[in-house]
Nanobody, 126 residues
């Protein structure tokens, strides 16, 4: 089993930057493809970014069009941690950000991810 825990959320002004982190326990992070999703009030959870684990085919990273060029996903397998660096933040980025993990390549489909964290709140003020 895999347990995921997010941290680093907070309040930031529009145009600012913030990095959220996710630590995995119970299983090595190396082979897991890791993803970030977000959910704003009254909206469905949506894909943000994903980064491929070792041994899977396909692209190394995948981003939603809404965040491409502004957000960067990265990982540190030695620390069992995945990061989401968010730059040029907009009020519409306000959401609870969830960390997720799967066995397989990068995909932007929520149902393909087996493990989920509890989420961390990111609020962008205008």
């Amino acid at each position: 089993q895999v347990q995921l825990g997010e941290s680093g959320g907070g309040l930031v002004q529009a145009g600012g930057s913030l990095t959220v982190s996710c630590v995995a326990s119970g299983r090595t992070l190396t082979t897991l493809t890791m993803g970030w999703f977000r959910q704003a009030p009254g909206k469905e959870r949506e894909f943000v970014a994903a980064i491929r684990g070792i041994g899977w085919s396909g692209d190394f990273t995948l981003y939603a069009d809404s965040v491409k060029g502004r957000f960067t996903i990265s990982r540190d397998n030695a620390k069992s941690t995945v990061y989401l660096q968010m730059n040029s933040l907009k009020p519409e980025d306000t959401a609870v950000y969830y960390c997720a993990a799967r066995t397989g390549g990068v995909v932007g489909v929520m149902n393909e991810y087996s493990y989920w964290g509890q989420g961390t709140q990111v609020t962008v003020s205008s």
